[in-house]
């Protein structure tokens, strides 16, 4: 395991175009939280452990200017997971000082935790964190851009070196950002079945995987999914000098049927009643917040429960942004959840 980006890192495996391979992976959270763990705890983490990296993995051929194609062939998830409501982290933080934690049993394709009765979250597994290895030259520019952000008062990791592994790659980038060749993605959709496309930047490639979620709203606004464990069968391919690579990560999704839900629309609109102009960040807030009122007033859970589910299992939409001045971005609550 690892949990930076570094180019100089020893692959564990090595693998032709065309070969599968299967990877254990830890919990993004690094194994901090588990069965016996409380409330209290998720409030103690040590961030900078996560996420905790299989890999990396040299792909036969692989080289600059190429692109890589990795088919999720399979996922194995662990049978507990956990969902924390972290203070200081997530989109709603300033309304959730407290830590809170949600402790999941996963059995027959399902996830289902004492802390939310009646609710039982079938499986969409998927890994929040894929990627390759950047060049020590594409390290020191993404480093450089990162560090400047910050000085503009841009919020930025920072870099605990402390926390690395191995400690050789204390040099290395965080896993926390996506960034142009991978990382902390978190897109649901990266299921099995579906395909990641990614540029590669040194010789082998050098792919590592981990930050495995058994379900995951799309926006994972508390700033975790359910956290597990697990195996990931991986099948690779390479396009060699392709006409277009792109810029930033891309992927195709398998299909999947709709799943019937129920969503509240947020717009630009705040409390006090003051209108600003296409404020995304404003409109989800707003969308959030209803949803947040739909399930402790609706549905009867506890705030911190209804967020810790918001991040489980709600998708955020952007469904139109041409509208001046009002965007609006609708928060999708899967009712299938509710069966129990």
């Known amino acids: ?64 200017g190429d692109v890589l194609e990795i088919d999720f062939v399979a996922y194995e998830p662990a049978d507990f997971g956990v969902t924390a409501v972290i203070p ?19 059995e027959a394709g399902r996830a289902r935790s004492a802390e939310l009765p009646g609710v039982a979250v079938p499986g969409a597994t998927f890994a929040g964190v894929a990627g390759v290895a950047p060049s020590h030259a594409t390290m020191a520019r993404m480093r450089a851009r990162e560090e400047e952000l910050r000085a503009r008062g841009g919020a930025v990791a920072d870099d605990l070196p402390e926390t690395a592994v191995p400690r050789r790659a204390a040099s290395g980038l965080r896993t926390i950002p996506p960034r142009e060749l991978g990382g902390n993605l978190d897109v649901p959709q990266l299921v099995a079945g579906s395909r990641l496309l990614l540029p590669v930047d040194v010789p082998g490639a050098l792919f590592s995987v981990g930050d495995l979620h058994f379900a995951q709203g799309e926006g994972e606004v508390c700033g975790t999914g359910i956290e597990v464990a697990g195996s990931v ?8 000098r392709p006409a277009w690579v792109p810029p930033f990560p891309a992927y195709e999704t398998p299909g999947r049927p709709a799943r019937r839900a129920f969503a509240t629309v947020g717009l630009p609109i705040a409390e006090d009643g003051r209108n600003e102009s296409l404020d995304l960040s404003l409109a989800t ?44 971005v609708s928060a999708l609550l899967p009712l299938d959840v509710f069966a129990g």
Do not use: C
């Open 1 to 64: 395991m690892h949990n930076r980006w570094h180019p100089d890192l020893d692959p564990v495996a090595g693998v032709a175009p065309g070969e599968e391979l299967v990877l254990e992976t830890e919990d993004g959270l690094a194994g901090q939280l588990g069965p016996a763990s409380g409330h209290e705890d998720a409030g103690s983490l040590d961030l900078g452990l996560g996420h905790p990296l299989a890999g990396p993995v040299r792909v036969e051929g692989a080289e600059p």
């Open 88 to 106: 200081g982290f997530g989109y709603l933080a300033d309304l959730f000082p407290d830590p809170y934690l949600v402790k999941w049993e996963i």
């Open 233 to 240: 069968t991986l099948r690779f391919g390479l396009r060699k």
């Open 285 to 328: 807030r707003r969308a959030l917040l209803a949803m947040l009122d739909h399930l402790t007033l609706e549905r009867g859970l506890g705030r911190q429960a209804a967020y810790a589910l918001m991040s489980a299992v709600v998708d955020l939409r952007l469904s139109e942004i041409v509208d001046v001045p009002n965007p609006a």
